[in-house]
């Protein structure tokens, strides 16, 4: 169903809700002040939702819906008595066509902020101080109707107690619920948005132009000095990147074993193209190759030094990866590099986003003149 059609479903809903409820309470001779408040309240959030309005538009909505209400049925009513004699009638008329206008209005408000944009850019308010403005109207509401008529409930006191405030209960707790899966779904989507973006750095640091330019290159030298099983070799393993990547392009975890076979074959092909000015250790522990660790991590660090730093066959790039007992440390000389490109820090901040969501402990960077030290935690989970 579309928006407009499902607005207008939620707001001749309520209106006959609150219709009905008037009728019922006038005929059982009870208060109907709180439950129709709450009622109107609740139209209110609801329409809010069909347009994902966010609590911060929510909350000023309820305040007028609140306030703006109570006067607008004031005079509805007065105009209605001069028509209808039928207390019954009258009130029920009253209540509903109340709230067609004020659900009218709050469709219009909430259609508008939507397409404009409102509150986008700002920081959201928590959903919880969405239930802490209903809890407050609620009360300055009793508050009031008991001030303006001390024996408003009159014989049915205990009655009107219990149907006000097991609304008042329905309405917090829907609150409650709706508060706690939006901010799931928040959760969910900021988790997916952030997966999605570090993926998409993944792979395109590996189809960049001069990445495919330069695997190339170094493939058809090996064809035209006829190294075919080496030619054979590097086609191999590029593919296995390539494989590696897309398969795990959804994990937010890989084990550390599969890790460093795919970072041992990238190793392998970037020594085929920088030869001696590019050395690497590796000194992993067998023990802890059952952990787990961000794919792609390990090797995008490497490539991070090998894009910011020089390199000669008397002066070469060390790369040294090894783990203490909490961490995998990928560590590097750092050598003036004649035409560096400008470091925007881009895959760096992605893998430490990645860290941070599944891992407490985070990822710690550690630089210097003479070295970059990047330590990545070592996580013990079972996937």
């Known amino acids: 169903m579309k928006k407009p059609g499902k607005e207008l479903t939620i707001i001749l809903s309520f209106s006959l809700l609150h219709a009905v409820m008037a009728i019922l309470s006038r005929l059982l001779g009870l208060s109907d002040h709180l439950t129709l408040t709450t009622l109107t309240m609740l139209m209110a959030v609801a329409l809010c939702q069909v347009r994902r309005t966010s609590v911060n538009t929510m909350i000023i909505i309820l305040i007028i819906v609140n306030f703006g209400g109570f006067y607008l049925s004031t005079y509805i009513g007065k105009i209605l008595k001069i028509l209808f004699s039928n207390t019954y009638l009258r009130g029920g008329l009253t209540t509903f066509i109340t709230t067609l206008m004020v659900g009218g209005i709050v469709s219009g408000i909430v259609s508008l902020a939507s397409k404009k944009g409102c509150f986008r850019d700002r920081k959201e308010i928590s959903s919880y101080w969405l239930m802490l403005v209903f809890t407050v109207i609620i009360i300055a509401r009793l508050t009031l109707i008991i001030v303006a008529n001390k024996n408003m409930y009159g014989s049915h006191m205990t009655l009107n107690i219990i149907i006000d405030y097991s609304f008042?209960?329905?309405?917090?707790?829907?609150?409650?619920?709706?508060?706690?899966?939006?901010?799931?779904?928040?959760?969910?989507?900021?988790?997916?948005?952030?997966?999605?973006?570090?993926?998409?750095?993944?792979?395109?640091?590996?189809?960049?132009?001069?990445?495919?330019?330069?695997?190339?290159?170094?493939?058809?030298?090996?064809?035209?000095?006829?190294?075919?099983?080496?030619?054979?070799?590097?086609?191999?393993?590029?593919?296995?990147?390539?494989?590696?990547?897309?398969?795990?392009?959804?994990?937010?975890?890989?084990?550390?074993?599969?890790?460093?076979?795919?970072?041992?074959?990238?190793?392998?092909?970037?020594?085929?193209?920088?030869?001696?000015?590019?050395?690497?250790?590796?000194?992993?522990?067998?023990?802890?190759?059952?952990?787990?660790?961000?794919?792609?991590?390990?090797?995008?660090?490497?490539?991070?030094?090998?894009?910011?730093?020089?390199?000669?066959?008397?002066?070469?790039?060390?790369?040294?990866?090894?783990?203490?007992?909490?961490?995998?440390?990928?560590?590097?000389?750092?050598?003036?590099?004649?035409?560096?490109?400008?470091?925007?820090?881009?895959?760096?901040?992605?893998?430490?986003?990645?860290?941070?969501?599944?891992?407490?402990?985070?990822?710690?960077?550690?630089?210097?003149?003479?070295?970059?030290?990047?330590?990545?935690?070592?996580?013990?989970?079972?996937?």
């Open 168 to 383: 008042c209960c329905f309405a917090m707790l829907y609150l409650a619920t709706n508060a706690i899966k939006e901010a799931k779904l928040a959760q969910e989507a900021k988790e997916q948005t952030k997966l999605a973006q570090y993926s998409y750095i993944r792979l395109q640091q590996q189809v960049k132009p001069h990445f495919m330019f330069n695997n190339l290159n170094i493939l058809n030298s090996l064809i035209c000095d006829r190294q075919t099983d080496q030619a054979s070799d590097f086609v191999y393993k590029l593919a296995y990147l390539y494989r590696y990547l897309i398969d795990n392009e959804d994990e937010k975890l890989v084990p550390l074993r599969e890790e460093m076979d795919f970072v041992n074959k990238y190793i392998d092909l970037m020594k085929v193209r920088f030869e001696s000015s590019f050395n690497v250790d590796v000194n992993i522990d067998e023990n802890i190759m059952s952990t787990l660790v961000v794919p792609s991590s390990i090797q995008m660090l490497i490539e991070n030094a090998l894009k910011h730093n020089g390199g000669t066959s008397e002066t070469p790039l060390m790369v040294s990866i090894f783990n203490t007992s909490t961490h995998i440390v990928v560590r590097n000389n750092r050598i003036e590099k004649n035409s560096c490109e400008p470091s925007t820090h881009l895959g760096l901040k992605y893998i430490r986003q990645m860290y941070d969501d599944v891992s407490p402990k985070g990822l710690k960077v550690d630089s210097s003149d003479e070295e970059f030290v990047v330590k990545l935690p070592i996580i013990n989970l079972h996937i």
